[in-house]
């Protein structure tokens, strides 16, 4: 049988349930991508122990960055796993569409992500004590989206690997860049025009703008419903890429 082209839930929530059902059995991961973030921001904040106001300026940027890096890894991993043993094969030889094993693989990576999401967000608030004016709800969004993006960023860049160690060597071409570029370490406007240019059309330099419009601005703001908008629309072009990379033979 071929696979679907239209898009069923059921079959979407059954490909959830089974990567779910996956994960459940791999503690490790998810160790990786729940607790990291968190434990990465606690060492953040006691780093900058003698400079609270330090940490305020780059806690809430990195709120959004761990995440986003941390399921970036770990869903470019486990796909390209499911890749090279021929899993993904196999489910498209099923009544399975592309639609449905990548909507399916995202709701399930998005599901841990929306945890992860809340545990940072709750530390880094309430425990950690960032000074944040707006909404910690807004927090959570941002973070949230930053964690969906990494997952599709990650989905996407595992049709390129032959290799765990490949899709590891992913980050500095993919992440780091981004890393650079997004306003964590210098203003963007402050940066060689060149580089402030790209750095206007890559997601993160959105994902840290939204952190700070929660961090100082008390109410919501048009630059922060853009910078989210912005974020979550990447994220949904990255997925439909990834689905589209399911053409591709496994190795």
């Not at 839930?9 to 607790?35: E, N, S």
């Not at 940027?61 to 486990?78: H, N, Q, R, Y």
Request: hydrophobic content about 55%; glycine content about 6%; charged content about 15%.
């Amino acid at each position: 049988m071929t696979a679907t082209s239209a898009l069923s839930l059921p079959r979407t929530f059954a490909t959830a349930a089974r990567v779910l059902r996956q994960l459940r059995h791999d503690p490790r991961t998810i160790a990786l991508m729940i607790l990291v973030p968190c434990v990465m921001l606690f060492l953040l904040r006691y780093v900058f122990d003698g400079s609270a106001r330090t940490f305020d300026t780059i806690g809430a940027s990195l709120l959004g960055i761990f995440p986003l890096i941390t399921m970036f890894l770990v869903t470019s991993i486990a796909t390209l796993r499911e890749r090279t043993s021929g899993t993904l094969e196999r489910l498209l030889a099923m009544p399975l569409g592309k639609g449905d094993l990548i909507a399916g693989y995202a709701l399930a990576f998005g599901a841990v992500a929306v945890v992860q999401s809340a545990l940072a967000t709750g530390l880094a608030v309430w425990f950690l004590d960032l000074d944040v004016i707006g909404s910690p709800w807004l927090l959570l969004l941002v973070a949230l989206l930053d964690a969906l993006l990494g997952t599709a960023l990650g989905l996407f860049v595992s049709a390129f690997a032959a290799s765990e160690f490949q899709a590891v060597q992913f980050m500095p071409a993919v992440i780091f860049p981004q890393l650079l570029l997004c306003g964590l370490f210098t203003p963007r406007d402050t940066m060689h025009p060149v580089l402030e240019a790209i750095s206007d059309v890559l997601p993160m330099s959105y994902a840290v703008d939204g952190m700070n419009e929660v961090l100082h601005h008390a109410d919501l703001t048009t630059a922060f419903v853009r910078d989210v908008t912005v974020v979550a629309a990447v994220a949904l072009l990255v997925l439909t890429l990834g689905a589209a990379t399911l053409k591709r033979r496994t190795v």
